[in-house]
T-cell receptor, first 110, second 115 residues
Framework: SQELEQSPQSLIVQEGKNLTINCTSS?????LYWYKQKYGEGLIFLMM?????EEKSHEKITAKLDEKKQQSSLHITASQPSHAGIYLC??????????FGAGTRLTVKP | GAVVSQHPSWVICKSGTSVKIECRSL??????MFWYRQFPKQSLMLMAT?????????EQGVEKDKFLINHASLTLSTLTVTSAHPEDSSFYIC???????????FGAGTRLSVL
């Protein structure tokens, strides 16, 4: 079973709309990473969160990690077709390898 | 950001042949690299952790004799799929962690098709 639960599994939004993707863990996260993947390509690093309550932003994407370090959200403001892709949250298991959620497939309609 | 180069990006081979995939960290040293496998519309599954100068650590259910990993230098890890069969067809992605910022970067992936 997935150690990280992502929701929703897929999302279709109209261009210009805001959206939120969630990532939940049953265990405390030592580091939470957000990546974006286009079909058939590698993963592009977006953001890393380590501290409880931490929030980071890059252009129109904001990621937050809750105080308990068990839930993270990724928020996109005024979505554009270029935001389309698969968003994956990843967490370090122990101090070494990274495990991923199932991913959220985002489609942005022009 | 740091770059991880993976080659080839796409390979087609006949059943029974072996295929080697290379993963290079271009601007940082990586004592540890990771190999993932991804099936269509699914997330990444960790296959093995590649350790420079020592044996790789394989996840449960991954055949080490089928998927040979070599990490001979601090910037290069290779995955060799031996005696490939159609069920080995998949998308393979490598990654390396840049410990300067504790960020894991990924290669562009290799699509393997075994006929």
């Amino acid at each position: 079973s997935q150690e990280l639960e992502q929701s929703p599994q897929s999302l279709i939004v109209q261009e210009g709309k805001n959206l939120t993707i969630n990532c939940t863990s049953s265990k405390t996260l030592y580091g939470l990473y957000w990546y974006k993947q286009k079909y058939g390509e590698g993963l592009i690093f977006l953001m890393m969160l380590q501290k409880g309550g931490e929030e980071k932003s890059h252009e129109k994407i904001t990621a937050k990690l809750d105080e308990k370090k068990q839930q993270s959200s990724l928020h996109i403001t005024a979505s554009q077709p270029s935001h389309a892709g698969i968003y994956l949250c990843g967490a370090l298991r122990g101090s070494n390898d990274m495990r991923f959620g199932a991913g959220t497939r985002l489609t942005v309609k022009p | 950001g740091a770059v991880v180069s993976q080659h080839p990006s796409w390979v087609i081979c006949k059943s029974g042949t072996s295929v080697k995939i290379e993963c290079r960290s271009l601007d940082f040293q990586a004592t540890t690299m990771f190999w993932y496998r991804q099936f269509p519309k699914q997330s990444l599954m960790l296959m093995a952790t590649s350790n420079e100068g020592s044996k790789a650590t394989y996840e449960q259910g991954v055949e080490k004799d089928k998927f040979l990993i070599n990490h001979a230098s601090l910037t290069l890890s290779t995955l060799t799929v031996t005696s490939a069969h159609p069920e080995d067809s998949s998308f393979y992605i490598c990654s390396a962690r840049d410990y300067r910022g504790n960020i894991q970067y990924f290669g562009a992936g290799t699509r393997l098709s075994v006929l």
